[in-house]
């Protein structure tokens, strides 16, 4: 089965960080204290294998071997793909809805990802113009399709 892009970040990885709150992944209505995501809209998610870790409180994610190893794929290059500490793989484009950076102060937190504008500057770009593009196209980043991406 193909990984599917995350359609709010881009990220491909299914595999929740080495040190992520213990979660059940099944029951619904439980929101990730990271990221803010809610367990309703993922049900791909997997725990990782268990590994010892220098630092349990240190998200690790960037020097996973087997996310590097993703980098290198045509999928994650197409995608523009880096690595974020905290969720691992993710395409550096910014959604086609989402707000303008450029006024943004260091210490302004997305009200979706809780990510900071500080720890992204310079590493995440906008989106191609989609403007005019018929609902149910397929996204030039992440490749879905849909209303959200058309």
Known sequence: MAATACPVIGST????PPNHPDVDLNKEGQTCPVVGATTDHHHNLLKHPSVPLPDPT???ATSCPALKN????PKSQAMD???CPVVGTATTVLPPDHPS???AKEDDVCPVTKATVGHHKSKVHGHPDV?????GKVCPVTG?????HA
């Not at 403007?131 to 609902?135: D, I, L, V």
């Open 144 to 148: 879905q399709s849909g209303p959200a």
């Open 101 to 103: 950076t450029a006024n």
């Open 81 to 83: 793909d880096e690595i």
């Open 58 to 60: 240190s998200p690790i």
């Open 70 to 73: 993703v980098l290198q794929q």
């Open 131 to 135: 403007e005019g593009k018929e609902e």
């Open 13 to 16: 990885n299914s595999t929740l």
